[in-house]
């Protein structure tokens, strides 16, 4: 069910009114897992078992996890079955007809055979939530975990479809604390879902509008016409998702509830650290915490730090999509980055006149780092690599 259909107007003025007209508070945060239920099912309703079995996995093992008698043998055995469990089922719905292809392309042979099966709805954002709460549970970063609470945290249907990305130290408490709605909260919310309409339904839609030539490039475009796609493809996919993502906190505060901020204004950042602290927060926090950090993060040797954002990048890019072209994408950033951290820390304390920054160089900092982020969605809006080279031509060739 996406937000900006009709489907999804109906279900929230039914589910709206009576969350706060006829459900009592103490029930409150059972209803809202009903209306997950309900609102996950209108996609793929057998996909229900699947995400309530995963649920189950993730919450058997925190109780063991949270538990302080288990030993650490115990401990990380469950933890390790656990992530391993909702890895491959990720893997498996997302990312087994590109291993079957890529193996077949290899061989020139159909060895592997492609599954046919559709992708469950909102896989990639409701596993990485249930990661996220083991991962911070084997630290010992939770102390317990209440079975009511979670379920509100797996089936918040606001958040379902494309997040943002939730984290369940901040969001739990909230569960049990919810309170009425003041008159303020209610404007505050209703606005900022009519904002999140207005950018995806007149923003984001009028610029699909002249995006064509980099999703189908070929002989009826000229130079200008690919200029004005990468432009157009830019502003595109900025107001696609960052509206989809007010819906989704407008909707969340409307219930009583505050999720995470999920961008803050990503085009403004002077260098490309400072567009991932922009973009996609919710997504570049987890990428950071749970992967970045875990391989070493910062504190080892240069050379393992620029290999470790290569691949937390390729990881990124690998979660928008089934495709080698969204890992290159991933890539792309991770050389982004790398080179910032070596400009950084090399090129800049010996130059003063960067040091010492000012309008003109922040101007054309951040004209350069849009300019890279925007190279970028070719390859994150190509179907294939010849089909993105094209467009590439076309920038720069005609």
């Known amino acids: 069910m996406i937000f900006n259909t009709w489907t999804f107007a109906l279900f929230g003025a039914i589910v709206l009114p009576l969350y706060w007209l006829a459900v009592p508070t103490r029930w409150k945060p059972h209803y809202l897992v009903v209306a997950g239920?309900?609102?996950?099912?209108?996609?793929?309703?057998?996909?229900?078992?699947?995400?309530?079995?995963?649920?189950?996995?993730?919450?058997?093992?925190?109780?063991?996890?949270?538990?302080?008698?288990?030993?650490?043998?115990?401990?990380?055995?469950v933890f390790t079955l656990a992530v391993v469990a909702i890895v491959a089922v990720l893997g498996f719905f997302k990312y087994s007809k590109l291993l079957a292809a890529t193996v077949d392309a290899i061989a020139r042979h159909n060895i592997l055979p492609a599954p046919q099966v559709v992708v469950p709805l909102a896989i990639s954002?409701?596993?990485?939530?249930?990661?996220?709460?083991?991962?911070?549970?084997?630290?010992?970063?939770?102390?317990?975990?209440?079975?009511?609470?979670?379920?509100?945290?797996?089936?918040?249907?606001?958040?379902?479809?494309?997040?943002?990305?939730?984290?369940?130290?901040?969001?739990?408490?909230?569960?049990?604390?919810?309170?009425?709605?003041?008159?303020?909260?209610?404007?505050?919310?209703?606005?900022?879902?009519?904002?999140?309409?207005?950018?995806?339904i007149v923003l984001a839609d009028s610029f699909s509008v002249f995006t064509q030539a980099i999703l189908t490039p070929g002989a009826p475009y000229g130079r200008a016409d690919y200029w004005i796609a990468a432009l157009a493809y830019a502003g595109k996919i900025y107001f696609d998702f960052t509206g989809y993502s007010d819906i989704a906190i407008g909707i969340a505060g409307l219930l009583g509830l505050k999720i995470p901020e999920n961008f803050d204004r990503p085009y403004w950042a002077p260098n490309i650290a400072a567009f991932w602290r922009r973009w996609h927060m919710s997504l570049s926090s987890w990428i950071r915490d749970y992967i970045f950090i875990p391989l070493g993060g910062s504190r080892r040797p240069p050379a393992v730090v620029v290999a470790n954002l290569f691949v937390a990048m390729a990881v990124a890019?690998?979660?928008?999509?089934?495709?080698?072209?969204?890992?290159?994408?991933?890539?792309?950033?991770?050389?982004?980055?790398?080179?910032?951290?070596?400009?950084?820390?090399?090129?800049?304390?010996?130059?003063?006149?960067?040091?010492?920054?000012?309008?003109?160089?922040?101007?054309?900092?951040?004209?350069?780092?849009?300019?890279f982020v925007d190279a970028g969605w070719i390859l994150f809006a190509a179907t294939s690599f010849p089909g993105a080279a094209a467009v590439y031509r076309g920038l720069f060739f005609g």
Not at 45 to 72: E, K
Not at 142 to 147: A, E, H, I, Q
Request: hydrophobic content about 55%; some cysteine; aromatic content about 14%.
């Open 37 to 77: 239920t309900i609102f996950y099912a209108c996609s793929v309703p057998a996909y229900l078992a699947l995400i309530f079995a995963l649920a189950l996995v993730t919450y058997g093992a925190l109780r063991v996890l949270v538990a302080p008698d288990r030993t650490p043998q115990t401990r990380t055995l």
């Open 125 to 200: 954002f409701f596993t990485f939530e249930f990661v996220h709460v083991l991962v911070d549970a084997y630290q010992r970063k939770l102390k317990s975990v209440d079975p009511l609470e979670f379920a509100v945290f797996a089936m918040f249907f606001p958040t379902l479809v494309a997040g943002p990305i939730k984290r369940y130290e901040s969001f739990a408490p909230q569960v049990r604390a919810i309170g009425p709605l003041s008159r303020d909260d209610l404007a505050l919310n209703a606005y900022r879902i009519g904002l999140g309409l207005f950018k995806k």
């Open 317 to 371: 890019g690998l979660w928008h999509g089934a495709a080698w072209t969204f890992v290159v994408w991933g890539l792309w950033h991770g050389l982004g980055l790398a080179v910032h951290r070596v400009w950084s820390m090399t090129v800049v304390p010996a130059v003063p006149l960067l040091r010492a920054g000012g309008p003109a160089l922040t101007a054309i900092s951040i004209v350069a780092t849009f300019a």
